[in-house]
């Protein structure tokens, strides 16, 4: 990774549109493409600024990746189980940086709610990734509620050893 060190923290309000500012970028190169103009029009809404920091003072947790000072990588967890955003800036990628975030992004939701089960909606070219991570299709890619043209994705970790009733 260049020699740089990769920190990963939880977002604060305050880094709201810096957020925004690489979902959207990152968004509008790697995911509409595959989506109809009114989907991806709304799913732009949904990333802005004040929508996010709304999130994030409501308790959404969402972790922040950096090189140096520069944001690179955003992960979103509702609920302690359902992964929302997951990003990484387009120079960015390909280093393994989305595979840290999404280690950081599980231990955290484990650590907090005990989950075992992970669900996702993956747009077309994240699918190959999750694989990797061990999630596995519940569906065929469809079109959500919201929209998007997704394929449904869930991962139920082992039961640890001893913990078994
Ligand atoms: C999906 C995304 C977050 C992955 O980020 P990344 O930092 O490039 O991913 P990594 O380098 O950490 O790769 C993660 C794993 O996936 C594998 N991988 C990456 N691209 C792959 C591909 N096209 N096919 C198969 N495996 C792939 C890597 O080899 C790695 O596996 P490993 O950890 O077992 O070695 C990033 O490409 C992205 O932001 N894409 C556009 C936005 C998007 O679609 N987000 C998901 C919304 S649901």
Not at 17 to 23: E, G, R, S, Y
Not at 29 to 46: C, E, H, N
Not at 130 to 150: D, I
């Amino acid at each position: 990774m260049s020699g740089q060190v990769l920190r990963i923290r939880l977002a604060r309000p305050e880094d709201a549109p810096a957020v925004a500012i690489l979902i959207r970028r990152v968004v509008r190169q790697w995911v509409l493409p595959d989506q109809s103009r009114k989907a991806g029009k709304a799913f732009i809404s949904r990333v802005a600024t004040t929508f996010l920091r709304e999130k994030i003072v409501q308790g959404q947790r969402l972790h922040l990746a950096y090189l140096g000072d520069v944001l690179v990588g955003v992960s979103g967890m509702r609920d302690d189980c359902h992964l929302v955003h997951f990003f990484v800036g387009t120079r960015y990628q390909g280093r393994g940086i989305a595979r840290r975030l999404w280690e950081r992004t599980m231990r955290d939701a484990i650590r907090r709610a005990g989950t075992r089960r992970f669900t996702l909606n993956a747009t077309r070219c994240a699918v190959p990734v999750y694989l990797r991570f061990g999630f596995r299709a519940t569906g065929p890619e469809q079109v959500a509620h919201h929209g998007l043209r997704v394929t449904p994705m869930k991962m139920i970790l082992p039961v640890a050893r001893g913990k078994r009733a």
